[in-house]
């Protein structure tokens, strides 16, 4: 079932504020409140670097895919544009999990943790039955420990074991637990 597994408060100018844990493990139930923060603003460029465009489209899948192949070629700032678009115009498309879950992988790639697990934390707290769902609390762990918050990354590796024990995240989070022990 859902629960609230924290927020990550944003100052105006996007910067994180204030971070705060879930509920402890072991009790269930917490959802997302309306209104809890869970997209930062987009950053806006602060120097003179060129990405390419995105296509302009109406078509959700066409974004999409063109957003996707952005990412592949390892693009982020474009893919991020592109699936941050997607999330904003087409929020009941079939793949706006997936678009919220490879937005927190652009994030992820680009080592702005924070963001990162914004946009991961989202697609859990939206979408905990979605086959990304195990995958974006592998990746929030991970970026917690990438920020030094150990005890934070614990925290969500093993609401992955507990939530999703035979995924092949939960295997590599199991990985992970062990080297933070």
């Known amino acids: ?65 063109n957003s996707y192949e952005f990412i592949l070629s390892g693009d982020y700032a474009t893919a991020e544009a592109g699936f941050r678009r997607h999330v904003e115009q087409f929020p009941a498309d079939p793949r706006t999990a997936d678009a919220r879950y490879w937005l927190g992988e652009t994030y992820y790639h680009e080592g702005d943790d924070a963001q ?13 039955r979605h086959p990304k769902a195990a995958a974006a609390l592998l990746k929030i762990g991970y970026a917690y420990q990438r920020l030094g918050d150990a005890a934070n990354a614990r925290f969500y590796l093993q609401a992955l074991v507990q939530d999703h024990p035979d995924s092949e995240p939960a295997a590599l989070a199991r990985k992970r637990l062990e080297s933070l022990r």
């Open 1 to 65: 079932p859902p629960r609230n597994l924290g927020a990550i408060i944003l100052n105006s100018d996007g910067s994180v504020k204030d971070v705060t844990l879930g509920e402890p493990m072991g009790l269930r139930g917490g959802v997302a409140q309306p209104g809890m923060e869970m997209q930062a603003p987009a950053s806006p460029a602060t120097d003179e670097t060129t990405v390419a465009a995105l296509p302009e489209t109406a078509n959700p899948e066409e974004l999409y895919g």
């Open 116 to 128: 990162a697990i914004v946009a991961f934390k989202a697609v859990y707290q939206q979408y905990p």
